[in-house]
């Protein structure tokens, strides 16, 4: 019994070997067939890549557009704020100057007040002049500064 299994075990190898017998034109062929595969893969895919690379390229600009439009109105809000810290610098410059102003024609006024006659008169003019004119420059500096 044993060797009727080996002799159908050996029969049935051979048969299955003969089924699948291939030859080196067969390998060609399907060689040639892939190659052909591929090539048509490739340029059936073509236009497709093409049109990818395109969108991409297209995205990239409106992206590079968007990003200087940004910068632009980024600058612009930057300066804006410049301007505006400038002005209300300016006008707490303004104020300081003025608060100065007056204590000094105060402080002046009170020392004029211990002099009589005509001494207390030109004195009284001298720092009136005196604040005036400082008054004036301070109102052109922050007008400078507004313009």
């Known amino acids: 019994m044993n060797t009727i299994m080996k002799s159908l075990a050996v029969a049935a190898t051979f048969t299955l070997a003969g089924c699948g017998v291939s030859t080196q ?18 340029e059936n895919a073509q236009p497709n890549v093409d049109a990818a690379n395109r969108e991409l390229a297209k995205t990239q600009e409106q992206a590079d ?7 632009a109105d980024a600058s612009r809000e930057i ?3 410049t301007v505006q810290q ?8 303004y104020d ?4 100065q102003a007056e204590g000094n024609l105060s402080v002046a006024l009170e020392k004029c ?11 009284t003019q001298t720092a009136q002049s ?3 004119q400082a ?13």
């Open 96 to 99: 300081i100057s003025m608060a």
């Open 113 to 123: 007040k211990m002099m009589t006659g005509d001494a207390a008169t030109s004195c």
């Open 25 to 42: 034109a067969d390998v060609d062929k399907a060689s040639q067939n892939r190659a052909a595969d591929v090539a048509k893969a490739r």
């Open 79 to 81: 300066n804006k704020a």
């Open 86 to 93: 400038t002005k209300q610098q300016a006008k707490a410059d």
């Open 130 to 132: 005196v604040h005036d």
């Open 65 to 71: 557009a968007k990003m200087a439009d940004a910068h």
């Open 135 to 147: 008054v004036e420059a301070i109102k052109a500096k922050l007008t400078v500064a507004y313009q």
